[in-house]
């Protein structure tokens, strides 16, 4: 059943004509890879928030992705000057997505990757939408599944690092099938 999904994938990517990341659109998949640290240098899929937020206009090849301290960023941030022109990695709850992308903008970060607070979510992505109060936010806001966020941020804490570097967008269906290094604790 497995490599039938895998051969479904193959397919679908192959057939399907990739639009670039600029004309990204709502469910629709987004991937980014961490290349340091090693043992999680694996390509995570995100999704785009609904109806808020900018879009990718440029790759970053190595990037830094932050955690916002607090997680939540539903306010001020201790490390919002580490934040600044880089990607942040906050968690759900607390405030709106909508709130959480506009504290890391505020702070000058380029995007923010906002993981479910679920550590157990290794399958169900969640919509972001706008929240309703007529504010707006222009760097992208991506979801990230919450087993997926959990191993990043489980990896910077055993190894005592601050941030991990990524590379971010990434065209999956560029990469050889025998060289997706994919999270083994997610179902793809």
Not at 111 to 128: E, G, H, K, L, Q
Request: charged fraction near 15%; proline fraction near 6%; glycine fraction near 8%.
């Amino acid at each position: 059943v497995f490599r039938s999904c895998q051969l479904f994938l193959i397919l679908v990517l192959l057939l399907c004509p990739s639009r670039p990341v600029w004309g990204l659109q709502y469910k629709q998949y987004l991937h980014f890879q961490v290349l340091s640290p090693g043992d999680i240098q694996y390509i995570f899929t995100t999704t785009p928030a609904k109806d808020f937020g900018g879009i990718f206009n440029q790759r970053y090849d190595q990037i830094h992705l932050v955690p916002a301290d607090p997680l939540e960023a539903c306010g001020e941030l201790n490390n919002g000057a580490f934040i600044q022109g880089e990607i942040a990695l906050v968690e759900r709850g607390g405030c709106s997505f909508l709130s959480k992308t506009r504290v890391i903008q505020e702070h000058g970060g380029l995007a923010v990757i906002i993981a479910d607070n679920a550590a157990d979510n290794d399958s169900r992505y969640v919509d972001m939408i706008n929240d309703n109060s007529g504010r707006t936010a222009d760097i992208p806001a991506l979801f990230l599944l919450g087993r997926d966020g959990y191993m990043i941020q489980r990896s910077l804490e055993q190894h005592g690092l601050p941030w991990a570097i990524i590379s971010i967008p990434v065209n999956i269906s560029s990469i050889p099938t025998f060289e997706l290094k994919q999270p083994p604790w997610t179902y793809w």
